[in-house]
């Protein structure tokens, strides 16, 4: 059986992975893969090989990135989002109506389709994406976040609105494009 | 009690996916549904996106 610290090690790739998604410098996400990597080795007795080593490693992983957007800054500002103003008209319905998806389920088994999401979610405003993804990804609570960020439930719940519509439009034009020309329902 | 626009219900969609929503927006929620194609699939899409956004990293994805 391989050593403690070469198991771990091995798992840095991914934790990585989680911790770029969370974090968009680069830096900061090395960092908190570092931490964890230590915080891990230093605490091998508390593992004890009871739980699946990625699944406490990852949840060391998540407390450090909790620190890591702390330190980054607590700002209350919500701008305009014009570009979820611009999908409905003045009462509030649609100015094209949302298409289907084809086959949906079928794009969790392509690679590609994870690129173009996580090209989606680059696109997003960072604020807008770091609560989509704790919420999300992290699998997080509302009040968790609000606590972590120092915003109102009311200000995160804005902010998954936007995220998910505004993902849900990038995913359409750029992965199911479904063949519709602008306009026509 | 106001019907809901489609900005309105895709709003309540998105935050039944993060709260308990109260039994009135429940209601309005399920009326606007019933007759909205757009915003049911919108509803569809977002839960999609949560499972999606749930595979992210894991399997090399």
Known sequence: MKDFRAQVEEQRPYLLRYASLQLRDPAAAEDAVQETLVAALAGEKSFGGRSNLRTWLTGILKHKLIDAIRKSGRETQIESDEALEALFNESGHWKTFPPEWRSPDQSLEQKQFFAALEMCLEGLPEKTARVFLMREHMGLETDEICKDLGVTPTHVWVLLYRARMALRKCLEMNWFDVGRKPGRL | ?61
């Open chain 2, 1 to 61: 009690m106001k019907l809901l626009n489609c900005k309105e219900a895709t709003s309540l969609a998105s935050q039944g996916l993060d709260r308990r929503l109260g039994l009135g927006e429940r209601i309005l929620l399920r009326l606007h549904l019933a007759v909205c194609d757009g915003c049911s699939r919108v509803t569809r899409q977002f839960a999609f996106l949560r499972k999606a956004v749930r595979q992210l990293g894991k399997d090399g994805r």
